[in-house]
Structures are given as C-alpha cells and as structure tokens.
C-alpha cells in the first residue's frame, strides 16, 4: 500500500488533539479556580456578618443589664421619692409652698 502524501499524518492528529485537550484542561481548571476563590470571599462576608450580628447582640445584651441594674436601684430611691412628694405636699397643704413652687419641685424630684 503506498502512503498517500499531503495529508494530516497521524502525529499531526494526535498533537493537534493535545494541544486542544491542554487548552480544554486548563480553561477548566481555572474556572474551578474561580468559583473556589468566589466562594471563599462569599464565606468570609458571611462570616463578618455573623461577626456583626453578633457584636450587636452583645451590645444589646449590655444594655439590657444595665436597664436592669438602673430599674433595680430604683425602687430602693422610689420610696424616697414617694416620701419626698408626700413631704411637698404636707407643705402646700400647709401653705408653705404655692403651686407654682410645688409643681417647679415636682417636675425637679421627678426629672421632668
């Protein structure tokens, strides 16, 4: 059989298919390299947001105790608040305070 000439040869065929096969391989590594370095970021913002979320519910926790802590105190200086528009009072009846001066030391005692 005689070999017919200037034609593609088979080394010819087989190199041009694994250049094309490299290229093909390469192109998909890269993509998944992508994809991998998109995720990692889409991860560490979701972890800052967690981090977030977070910082502001220790914040709210911090507030909450010191509401507490405020309305727990106030009962003790609730009854020396009483005791002292009682004590107002007894002086306007008394005629010792006019309404004027009884309401400017009201809205004092009561921070208003």
């Keep these: 059989m005689m070999?017919?000439?200037?034609?593609?040869?088979?080394?010819?065929t087989m190199a041009t298919t694994a250049v094309v096969a490299g290229t093909a391989n390469a192109v998909?590594?890269?993509q998944a390299q992508r994809y991998s370095n998109q995720a990692g970021a889409q991860q560490q913002?979701?972890?800052?947001?967690?981090?977030?979320?977070?910082?502001?519910?220790?914040?709210?926790?911090a507030t909450m105790q010191a509401q507490q802590a405020t309305a727990a105190a106030a009962p003790a200086g609730g009854a020396d608040v009483m005791a002292q528009l009682q004590q107002l009072a007894q002086m306007k009846?008394?005629?010792?305070?006019s309404d004027e001066q009884f309401e400017a030391a009201k809205s004092k005692?009561?921070?208003v």
């Excluded at 070999?3 to 010819?12: L, P």
């Excluded at 913002?45 to 926790?61: E, F, G, I, P, W």
């Design 109 to 111: 005692l009561l921070g």
């Design 93 to 97: 009846e008394q005629g010792l305070l």
């Design 3 to 12: 070999r017919r000439r200037g034609g593609r040869g088979i080394v010819s």
């Design 28 to 30: 998909t590594h890269r």
């Design 45 to 61: 913002a979701a972890a800052a947001a967690n981090q977030q979320q977070l910082d502001d519910m220790q914040a709210q926790m």
